[in-house]
C-alpha cells in the first residue's frame, strides 16, 4: 500500500526523515499538510516546541554519554575520569527516559489514538520501541551499577557499556524521529 499510495502522488509523497522509518504512506496525511520544514514557524512552534525540546535534549545527553565512551576508548581520558563523568549522567539519563516514555504511553499515546484511530498501528509501534527501550535501559541500570563499584579499570566492562550505549542510541534515533513525524503534525494541528 506505501509504495502503490506513493507511486500514485510522487509529487506529493512526502518522505518520514529517518532512512529505516517504519512509517507507512497513509499515516502521513498530517504530516503532510505540516512537514518539518513548518514545524518552527510562529504559527506552530508554540505548540511544537515543547515537546521537541525534550527530544533535543534527550539527543544532547545521548550525545554526551557516547562522546565520554569514545574518549575513553581512544585513551583521552583515564578510567578514574570515565568513571567520574559516565556514573551520574547515565543515570539521569534512564530516569529521563523512563519519565518521558511514561507521560507518552499512559497520558499522550491513548489520547492521540482517540482522535486518530487510523494512526492505532503507529503509535502501536512506538509503544514496543518503548518497551524495547526499557529493556536496554535496565542492561544499561545493570552496567552503570557494576561501573559504580569498579574503581579498578574494568576494560571488559567498559566495552560492554560502549556496545549498549551504542545499541541505546540507534534505537532511540529511529524512535524519536519516527515519534516525531507522527506526532508533531498532530500537535500543531490541533
Ligand atoms: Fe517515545
Ligand atoms: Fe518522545
Keep these: 500500500m506505501t509504495a502503490f499510495t506513493q507511486k500514485l502522488n510522487p509529487q506529493e509523497a512526502l518522505s518520514p526523515r529517518h532512512p529505516n522509518s517504519r512509517l507507512q504512506a497513509d499515516w502521513l496525511f498530517l504530516y503532510d499538510k505540516l512537514p518539518p520544514a513548518q514545524w518552527f514557524s510562529a504559527e506552530y512552534v508554540y505548540k511544537t516546541s515543547g515537546w521537541l525540546n525534550i527530544h533535543a535534549d534527550i ?10 565512551s569514545d574518549a575513553y576508548h581512544s585513551g583521552s581520558i583515564e578510567w578514574s575520569e570515565y568513571r567520574v563523568q559516565l556514573l551520574p549522567r547515565i543515570n539521569q539519563y534512564i530516569m529521563k527516559l523512563h519519565h518521558h516514555h511514561n507521560i507518552e504511553d499512559q497520558a499522550y499515546f491513548p489520547s492521540f489514538i482517540r482522535m486518530y484511530p487510523q494512526l492505532k498501528s503507529g503509535f502501536e509501534i512506538l509503544d514496543r520501541d518503548h518497551i ?59
Design 132 to 190: 524495547h527501550l526499557d529493556a536496554i535501559l535496565n542492561e544499561l541500570q545493570v552496567l552503570n551499577g557494576k561501573l559504580a563499584i569498579s574503581e579498578a579499570e574494568d576494560k571488559a566492562l567498559g566495552e560492554q557499556l560502549h556496545k549498549t550505549l551504542i545499541d541505546v542510541s540507534n534505537l532511540l534515533s529511529q524512535h524519536l524521529t519516527d515519534e516525531e513525524d507522527l506526532v508533531i503534525p498532530i500537535l500543531g494541528l490541533n
Design 59 to 68: 539527543r544532547k545527553r545521548q550525545h554526551i554519554l557516547t562522546q565520554i
